[in-house]
Nanobody, 124 residues
């Protein structure tokens, strides 16, 4: 059974940093497509960053501030978030699509496994 568990969310002041983690259980992250999404109140779920078979992708609003990485040995996905802004406030979800995918991967319908989400609040 595939299970994804996020951690690392919390309350941070504008300009601060957080690192989200997503631990995978029940399968081994190898060449699977992995991604981070977020959903703010009253808004649709948005792709933040992902890693596909052809590279790493970011939504324009986080480029230069967020960094996605994966540690296959630890079976864990990360999202380093720097210079956080109030508009980054949302529930953040990790997601996995088993197998390879070529091209951008910021579309939620691409994924078949999701974590439960972790709240990130950016406020002074």
């Amino acid at each position: 059974q595939v299970q994804l568990v996020e951690s690392g969310g919390g309350l941070v002041q504008p300009g601060g940093s957080l690192r989200l983690s997503c631990a995978a259980a029940g399968f081994t992250l190898n060449d699977d497509v992995v991604g981070w999404f977020r959903q703010a109140p009253g808004k649709e779920r948005e792709g933040v960053s992902c890693i596909s078979s052809t590279g790493t992708y970011y939504v324009d609003t986080v480029k230069g501030r967020f960094s996605i990485s994966r540690d296959n040995a630890k079976n864990t996905l990360y999202l380093q978030m720097n210079n956080l802004r109030p508009e980054d406030t949302a529930v953040y979800y990790c997601a996995v699509r088993r197998g390879r995918h070529f091209g951008t991967c910021l579309t939620s319908s691409l994924y078949n496994s999701w974590g439960q989400g972790t709240q990130v609040t950016v406020s002074s």
